[in-house]
């Protein structure tokens, strides 16, 4: 038997006949004699293999082939999943963004450029000595205290740095930077509260809630804010820790004052959903019935680790227009880029902390449990 094609038939079990060729090239001195050696049929050249089924049936080209749905390892992945390509849905969920509207609330927003200084310096006037009283005048001198408030000036920032040819790259049909700069500002605002709450421990700054701030500390709760003694919707602790913030800013003139409040959401879910049994409202409404049109806010970002019996709860009266109680210093946002030679790096910072200039308008208590008994 020479090189050739031949054509061989057989039946499949339905009954219906194949029917395939199969171009076979020997080797040199190769001889097939009555039998086939395989191992010298070489697949390729010549009348390419072709399949026919019977009755209408047939295999087509692998060019057009279709895409097998019920393959787990296939690339197909149009003919079994749909991509909807307009939404995209986060992972995490994202703590609203307050200091920044505290700020607003009180006036209390500095500007500071990102000029390389890394200190701040506010003037301060202390109060004079009381004046003298009596039938006749006498001689009762007083002086000015001018001292002078510092506070460092640490930088919030994040960069991000990848191939050219990945930035080339679209992240679900949209330019990557562009999207990865909106996800960056909205960490740096996250940051603010974080920072602005809790002072940065490494670099020295206090924030509104911090041990080392402990005039404006309220102490140890109560006792646990879910307890109900009387069963009738009123939690009593709760109530009584809330009252000794208030006298707090009275004792310090502030009492008419509106008072702002953050607090963990735990404590938010507690006082709205313990309503009173005989008369309308709940804790939650009670709440807004006292704090003089002052608003509240609700956070997890107040401290690490919140849970139903670790919490905590932020007072903040709002300072006269003419009055600086605490300050938002903050630059601008600045974005930078670097090339290299097959890469490029964006980066994103500004300069931003907080300074509590007078304690009396601050009040704060932690460590707060929601347990009924």
Known sequence: MGNGFERHAGKLEDGRVLQFGVHLDTAPGVNLGSGIDLDAIQLGGGEPTSWNVGQGDGFQSIGSLGRDA???GVVFREDWQQIIRNVIVRSFRDQPKIVRRLATLN???????????????????????TPGHGMRPYENHTGLSLTEITHILPQIFQTASLP???????????????????EIVRNIQKQEDIDAFRGVTKLGTLGFIDTAASDSDLGAPTGA?????????????????VAAALDEFTINSLGDKP?????TSYIYNLIKTNPFLHRSGDNLTWLKSVLNGGEIFVTNNLQASVSTTANSILFLARAPGTMQNWALIASGLESRMKEGLWDRTYGLREKFTIKVFNSDYVRWMDAISNATS
């Open 225 to 241: 804010w879910g307890v109900d003694t009387g069963n009738n919707g009123i939690l009593n602790n709760f109530r009584a820790d």
């Open 107 to 129: 006036g209390n927003m500095l500007q500071s450029n990102l000029d390389g200084t890394t200190l701040m310096r506010i003037g301060q006037i202390n109060d004079i000595d």
């Open 259 to 263: 008072i702002d409040v953050v607090m």
């Open 70 to 72: 019920n393959s787990s």
């Open 164 to 182: 050219l040819d990945d930035w080339a790259q679209s992240a679900a049909g949209q330019d990557r930077w562009t999207m990865l700069n909106a």
